[in-house]
């Protein structure tokens, strides 16, 4: 990987802006951070204001990647400035050349194609600018909507990991997903 990577930002695509977290985005996350319903499948439960406010230090705080452990944070707009996803990239172990992606967005503007067009330009980054070997992307079995955007961006399935964690009080099966560095050329151009 090339380390230490701090991107370029903000990052344009055709209808979305992805940028560093401002101090100031912690009123436009917690409508999708602090709804039960949206916050199923991800690491953690439904935010109150001032858990939000402590999370959005953390995603301020994640703008590089230089040593296991580091994340980088991205935050999702539309091209008006509207907040829609909340993207992150996380490193394990850089000796493994392997990050784990992961994504959170505002239902109220799903449907849309927004995540499919966001996911793939963090990819072009971690693939290009990082230089990461694989990405990787770890999801619920009931997470229909993130099991397709996986698909839809070329990620292939590798395992099905079944009653394999307890996750927010029952048992939780996961799907895991997969995409090699010289497999995204073929991937990166693909129809949202």
Known sequence: MQLPFTPQLPVRTDRLILREFRPGDVDALLPFHSDPGNVLYVPFNAR???????????KIAGTSIAADGDHLDLAV??????????????????????VEVGWIF??????????????????HLV?????????????????????????RLGMRQEAH??????????????????LLSREWPATATQSV
């Open 48 to 58: 109150t204001p001032e858990e939000m406010q402590v999370a959005l230090e953390r």
């Open 161 to 178: 990991l079944v009653e394999n964690e307890v996750f927010k009080g029952g048992l939780s099966s996961e799907i895991d997903f997969a």
């Open 77 to 98: 707009t539309l091209q008006d400035g509207t907040l829609v996803g909340d993207l992150v990239t996380f490193v394990h172990a850089l000796e493994h050349g392997t």
């Open 127 to 151: 693939f290009t600018g990082l230089q990461a070997r694989r990405a990787v992307a770890r999801v619920d079995e009931r997470n229909t909507a993130s099991r397709r955007l996986c698909e």
């Open 106 to 123: 505002d239902p109220a503007h799903g449907g849309r194609g927004y995540a499919t067009e966001a996911v793939r330009a963090m990819l």
